[in-house]
C-alpha cells in the first residue's frame, strides 16, 4: 500500500488537460481574430506615395 495510488495520478492528469482544453477554448472564443489574429499580424498595404507637385 503505497501512499498515492495510481488513480489520483490519473485524475491529477485528466484534471490538467481538461482544464488546459477549456483555457485555450475560452480564450480563442472570446478574441476576434482566433489564436492566429494574435500571433500573425495581418497584411496590410504601404500608402501610395504622390509625386511633388509643388513647383
Same mark, same amino acid.
Given at each position: 500500500m503505497g501512499l498515492?495510488? +495510481?488513480?489520483?495520478?490519473?485524475?491529477?492528469?485528466?484534471g490538467f488537460v481538461l482544464g488546459a482544453v477549456l483555457l485555450v477554448g475560452s480564450v480563442w472564443a472570446? +478574441?476576434?481574430d482566433g489564436i492566429s489574429g494574435k500571433v500573425i499580424p495581418k497584411a496590410e498595404a504601404a500608402a501610395p506615395?504622390?509625386?511633388?507637385?509643388?513647383r
Open positions: 498515492f495510488k +495510481s488513480d489520483l495520478y490519473r485524475s491529477f492528469g485528466l472570446q +478574441s476576434e506615395t504622390l509625386p511633388d507637385r509643388t
